[in-house]
T-cell receptor
Framework: GAGVSQTPSNKVTEKGKYVELRCDPI?????LYWYRQSLGQGPEFLIY????????DSGLPNDRFFAVRPEGSVSTLKIQRTERGDSAVYLC???????????FGSGTRLTVV | KQEVTQIPAALSVPEGENLVLNCSFT??????LQWFRQDPGKGLTSLLL?????REQTSGRLNASLDKSSGRSTLYIAASQPGDSATYLC??????????????FGKGTKLTVNP
């Protein structure tokens, strides 16, 4: 696609529920990243995919968070047993290499009530 | 210590003013640095990408400079307009063994341009 697409744009869920956030990167971008941004803060790294594999998942806060990219394109960030502290904007970015910079999507605003 | 520092945290200026946003980083071996704009409740829009071999990049009314030796980048906005009101973030990629790379961000400068 022309840009990085994230769906849904907004998600409100109850504490304890399971949510899935989707990212559709720019076609041909092999690198895909998930970040989380809290109010007034810069984005914080969650996970980095190179192709289908998670090259670095060191930013995932705990085992309730999991992400997949089964065909090397679309990625899904999965959060189990959501907590109020998970409320944030989840950003996805893709890149065809560090020389070319990074393109971000519009984000998914997750609110856990 | 914060790896990327952006000063000021917030800035309010009258329309038409020229202004400078600052970004300081601790890693002198950065590969490149990218400036982004973020509107409230939105994602990040890339403004300028400066490679480590470059000293500045220009796009329209925006000019970004990079000085690796001093660990500083500046974003210059000429003739500011109310539509420039947003949060501006700088970031650079940090590489790790095993092929990992992560963007390291500052907290941003929130700019308000008053008509």
């Amino acid at each position: 696609g022309a840009g990085v697409s994230q769906t849904p744009s907004n998600k409100v869920t109850e504490k304890g529920k399971y949510v899935e956030l989707r990212c559709d990167p720019i076609s041909g971008h092999t690198a895909l990243y998930w970040y989380r941004q809290s109010l007034g803060q810069g984005p914080e790294f969650l996970i980095y995919f190179q192709g289908t594999g998670a090259a670095d998942d060191s930013g995932l806060p705990n085992d309730r968070f999991f992400a997949v990219r089964p065909e090397g394109s679309v990625s899904t960030l999965k959060i189990q047993r959501t907590e109020r502290g998970d409320s944030a904007v989840y950003l996805c970015a893709s890149s065809r290499g560090p020389n070319y910079g990074y393109t971000f999507g519009s984000g998914t605003r997750l609110t856990v009530v | 210590k914060q790896e990327v520092t952006q000063i000021p945290a917030a800035l309010s200026v009258p329309e038409g003013e020229n202004l400078v946003l600052n970004c300081s980083f601790t890693d002198s071996a950065i590969y490149n640095l990218q400036w982004f704009r973020q509107d409230p409740g939105k994602g990040l829009t890339s403004l300028l990408l400066i490679q480590s071999s470059q000293r500045e990049q220009t796009s329209g009314r925006l000019n970004a400079s990079l000085d690796k030796s001093s660990g500083r980048s500046t974003l210059y906005i000429a003739a500011s307009q109310p539509g420039d009101s947003a949060t501006y973030l700088c970031a650079y990629p940090r590489f790790h063994q095993g092929g990992s790379e992560k963007l390291v961000f500052g907290k941003g400068t929130k700019l308000t341009v008053n008509p």
